[in-house]
């Protein structure tokens, strides 16, 4: 049996007329009608006040620690110039700038924002927050930094031996928060946007970073609702103004999924921030090579969730691996070598292109000197040096002519059910007695698995040595204890909680190999695109064996619907939409929505008198996974926009795709029977093996098949969720069915 199938795919791609602009299409960034794989180097740049002068200054611990490289603007212009054709010659083609340029709010004072100025001293001290109006370009203020801005796009333009493309970092958001705020960020973005949109060097700009790691920075914590109207409400007033370049996030990766959930934000494309050394822990020797890759493995698990989790295009926005020769690594922090930073650097490059990354950022350009902070080691080049080959670290070489191409699978250690062997449950390798784990299960609110869901797992453990200490007199309470890690579910939504024993504790007693009172505390859940849960022994002290997350759709299937005359039907999937053997007949109406590609597969008809409607719809911030959050702050200032009706102009695309094979699994639900069937272009396909399990793992059914159909009877079986194992010769296929 030969057959071609045609798979008719909606998808949102940007396309824009100005070839010199950043596009994308699909998941892949476009430059002059070709593939570009941004590789990007942050770069921090300092506004600085020297003799009642403005200057733009290269960061001041870059060569000589606490020194300014230049004391005049003519003399930092010409030394960022030369740092820009370095970072192009090391094989560069981005620049994410961050630095004191941007600005930031504080609630005293009132109805500006303020750009932080160091004086121009040995050692540099902060000098004062310059005010800034932000609806005013004319402004004082916003006439010293617009122009800084430009010059920054300017020299990235003369970069050699390529020119550079610009990422800027829009805001400093370790702000205050407060409903005056709101307003001021609007119109900063009003202004921003419309200057860009106009500038004569505006074709270097790649994107706007709306803000630094909210997750970490953003008080009180939003509601994901709060979350998402707040971005979509900053990514509308750009595009307003500059439809020709693109908007990004900061992301957090895991620790984004209570509030700043990457699968719901109105951007362009993601930008993940994660770093190995949050991989290690106090116990563990970074001296010995096996910890090193440890490190490296673990920061696979960061990757793998963020593709499941975003919609949208990502890249790493930020990583990078603190490194010196030093011995006394404990002290500072320090992660490695300089031949582990080089390690580090080659696999993540790998790790992020495997795992279907669109671009990768490395933190940061040069050593700084800060008073020996881990965080003073992350840079390709070493300080106290101008810039040259000899300043560069054996990192640097990773990032030569490197070329973007996928090597094999993302390197996540990876199993479909729970694997307490396998990093992506256990990424510590926790060990206990079984009493003291707990295993549940998570659900949507339709009793569907939910598969990824983000679990949280707080262990308490309490130090007999440790006696509370009141007015000098010690008391028999003993003092408690928390460590906190991540777990994830399985595709039948099970997880297992492990309690950590004490030495998997932070650094002050993680030395301590014993524990008197493991206990699991409590748990945080969700998933992306789901409602956030807290439980904790205090208030949940028998959690239920399953517990329910209300949830947005993720990957929905459509079975053989028909809109009858009068009728009108809305069908929707959060990630995409697949409609199988569906009818709209005359008089009938139906929507169809995703934010992300609509699938109609053959069988699909939408008959003469008939209205079919498919939209590649943007997040809707106000639905009730996004609205209900079990036990979070709330923020108490409402967010205010007066641009809540803009909107923007997309092109959308009809592509044709050849597939040479795939499976329908039909009816779905069903009471009876099942039928699965084959669909293959190659005659020498076929269906290898069979089966049916449930949601905790029990088989049902399996059987060898040789054929492209079969037919299982499941009307002795108990109503609920079942899954099948469906293999062909060379793919193994997953599919959800509910038995009724």
């Not at 750009?115 to 121009?120: D, S, T, W």
């Not at 630094?212 to 307003?240: G, H, M, R």
């Not at 822990?281 to 001296?287: G, I, M, N, S, V």
């Amino acid at each position: 049996m030969k057959k071609t199938i045609f798979l008719f795919s909606l998808q949102l791609i940007f396309i824009y007329s100005m070839a010199q602009y950043v596009t994308l299409l699909g998941n892949s960034f476009r430059l002059n009608g070709e593939k570009f794989y941004p590789i990007v180097m942050n770069y921090s740049v300092q506004t600085v006040f020297k003799d009642s002068s403005y200057l733009l200054s290269p960061e001041h611990n870059y060569i000589v620690s606490n020194h300014f490289e230049c004391d005049n603007q003519l003399d930092c212009y010409n030394q960022m110039q030369a740092d820009f054709n370095h970072i192009s010659a090391m094989g560069f083609n981005t620049l994410r700038i961050v630095g004191s340029l941007r600005p930031e709010y504080f609630s005293e004072q009132g109805s500006t924002l303020t750009v932080r100025f160091y004086q121009y001293a040995r050692p540099a001290t902060k000098a004062f927050d310059l005010p800034i109006n932000p609806s005013d370009p004319s402004d004082f203020g916003m006439s010293i930094v617009l122009p800084f801005w430009d010059k920054i796009l300017e020299l990235a333009n003369n970069a050699t031996p390529k020119p550079l493309k610009i990422i800027f970092l829009m805001m400093r958001c370790a702000s205050d928060w407060d409903a005056n705020s709101y307003g001021l960020w609007e119109d900063y973005f009003e202004t921003m946007s419309s200057h860009f949109s106009n500038s004569s060097h505006n074709d270097a700009l790649f994107a706007y970073d709306l803000m630094n790691e909210p997750a970490y920075f953003v008080k009180p914590v939003k509601t994901k609702q709060e979350a998402c109207e707040l971005i979509s409400t900053w990514y509308d007033i750009i595009k307003s103004n500059d439809p020709h370049h693109l908007v990004t996030i900061g992301n957090c990766g895991m620790d984004d999924i209570w509030s700043f959930d990457p699968s719901i934000l109105k951007v362009d494309f993601n930008s993940l921030h994660y770093y190995p050394g949050y991989s290690v822990r106090p116990y563990e020797d970074r001296t010995q090579s096996n910890v090193q890759q440890l490190m490296r493995n673990r920061s696979a698990n960061d990757l793998y969730w963020f593709k499941q989790a975003s919609i949208v295009p990502w890249i790493i926005g930020e990583t990078g691996f603190s490194a010196n020769n030093w011995n006394d690594w404990n002290i500072h922090g320090i992660n490695g070598t300089l031949i582990d930073q080089k390690n580090y650097a080659q696999y993540s490059l790998d790790a992020v292109c495997n795992c279907g990354g669109s671009g990768f950022s490395w933190w940061q350009y040069q050593d700084m000197d800060f008073g020996g902070r881990a965080g003073d080691y992350y840079g390709l080049l070493k300080n106290g040096v101008p810039p040259s080959l000899v300043a560069e670290k054996p990192a640097a070489e990773a990032f030569r002519n490197y070329m973007p191409v996928a090597t094999g699978p993302c390197p996540v250690e990876y199993s479909p059910t729970v694997d307490e062997t396998k990093l992506w449950y256990n990424r510590f390798g926790h060990t206990a007695p079984n009493n003291l784990k707990i295993t549940r299960y998570i659900v949507d609110q339709d009793g569907e698995p939910i598969k990824d869901a983000v679990v949280r797992v707080t262990t308490s453990f309490g130090d007999d040595s440790v006696k509370m200490v009141v007015n000098g007199i010690p008391k028999d309470t003993v003092i408690w204890r928390y460590n906190e890690y991540y777990t994830h579910t399985d595709i039948n939504g099970k997880f297992t909680a492990i309690p950590c024993p004490k030495r998997y504790g932070f650094v002050g007693y993680g030395a301590d190999t014993t524990s008197s009172h493991p206990t699991i505390y409590g748990f945080k859940i969700s998933a992306a695109g789901a409602e956030v849960k807290m439980y904790d022994n205090n208030i949940w002290t028998s959690p239920p064996n399953t517990i329910v997350l209300n949830k947005i759709k993720d990957d929905v299937e459509i079975y053989s619907e028909t809109v009858l005359n009068g009728q009108v039907k809305v069908y929707k999937g959060r990630k995409s939409l697949t409609v199988y053997n569906t009818t709209v007949n005359n008089g009938g109406t139906a929507y169809f929505s995703s934010q992300k590609s609509i699938t109609l597969l053959p069988g699909f008809t939408a008959n003469a008198g008939s209205n079919a409607y498919l939209y590649i719809s943007p997040p809707d911030c106000n639905v009730m996974p996004l609205r209900e959050i079990s036990q979070e702050s709330m923020l108490t200032a409402p967010i205010v926009s007066s641009n809540s009706t803009k909107s923007k102009k997309i092109e959308l695309s009809f592509e044709t795709i050849i597939s040479e094979n795939y499976i329908t699994v039909f009816p779905n639900p069903t009471n009876s029977t099942v039928n699965i069937q084959l669909h293959s272009t190659n005659q020498k396909s076929s269906l290898n093996h069979i089966k049916l399990y449930d949601m905790v793992g029990r088989e049902f059914f399996s059987k060898q098949i040789d054929g492209y159909t079969h037919i299982i009877d499941v009307s002795s079986y108990s109503k609920g969720v079942y899954f099948l194992e469906i293999k062909d010769e060379k793919t193994t296929y997953h599919k959800k069915i509910i038995i009724q």
